[in-house]
Each structure stands twice: as structure tokens, then as C-alpha cells.
């Protein structure tokens, strides 16, 4: 049985294949380095959880996770902002995501790029959700 966080982490990966300009081109933390061909892409990566009692009878598990928004070409600063939009719509808008966890929060963001034979920028936004689960259970959600 998977945890809460892959859960969620499966879902927000369902939920962003064809909602943005990035089409079908979604992955689940992946280190390869992207072809030219590739892009633009996004790639979901999970990030340290945190987990908080809420007393003696449940706990709160804070799971952190990142949309990495890859283009390439002159522009790539407007197509990744343009694919961190699209995305973040979408994870808004997903009414399965919602029922897995509480209190989407987007945290911020950080743009870097690079010039090797062509320019390939990628755009990095942070999430959080919360989810209450049973102490010692990070398996199941309790509402």
C-alpha cells in the first residue's frame, strides 16, 4: 500500500499529463537529462515530508513536493512562467487532488538557466499540502 505522499504525488502527476503546453511530456522525479525534442516538459519531484502530532489520536503529514517547467529557445523564461501557470490551474482545479490532501499552498518559485548548444531554462515551484492521518498510519487520510 503506498503513503499518503505518493498518493498524492501520483495524482498531481495524473492530473498535469495534457494540461499544459507540455502535453503528455510529464515525469515523476527524473534525473536523465532532457533531448531537445523533449521539451517543454514537467517533472514532479517529491521533497522532504514533515509530520506534526495533533494530539494523541492523529497527526499532520506536510508533504513538499516540486513541479520542475523545462523549455528551451531565447523565450524560455515566458514558456516555463506559462507552464507554471497552466500547471498550477490545473492542480486547482483537480477535484481528485483535492479529496487526497488539504490546503494546496504554492510556495514560491526559482528560475535558472544554461547555454550549451542551445538554451534551456527550467522554472522550479514548491507545494505543500497537509493530509491527517492516524499516528503511526501514513497510509490513509482521516477526515
Not at 34 to 55: C, K, M, Q, T, Y
Not at 124 to 137: C, F, I, K, L, S
Amino acid at each position: 500500500m503506498a503513503s499518503v505522499t505518493e498518493a498524492i504525488l501520483a495524482r498531481v502527476a495524473a492530473a498535469l499529463i495534457n494540461a499544459s503546453s507540455a502535453g503528455p511530456r510529464v515525469y515523476r522525479h527524473r534525473l536523465d537529462a532532457f533531448e531537445s525534442s523533449e521539451l517543454p516538459a514537467l517533472n514532479v519531484i517529491r521533497r522532504e515530508d514533515g509530520l506534526d502530532p495533533l494530539g494523541s489520536n492523529v497527526e499532520r503529514v506536510l508533504v513538499n513536493f516540486e513541479i520542475e517547467c523545462l523549455a528551451i529557445g531565447a523565450n524560455w523564461e515566458t514558456v516555463v512562467d506559462a507552464l507554471h501557470t497552466q500547471a498550477h490551474a490545473a492542480l486547482l482545479a483537480d477535484a481528485p487532488l483535492s479529496l487526497l490532501g488539504r490546503g494546496l499552498r504554492y510556495l514560491g518559485s526559482v528560475t535558472e538557466g544554461a547555454a550549451i548548444d542551445q538554451v534551456v531554462g527550467k522554472l522550479t515551484a514548491r507545494y505543500q499540502m497537509q493530509v491527517v492521518v492516524r499516528p503511526g498510519d501514513i497510509t490513509q487520510a482521516i477526515s
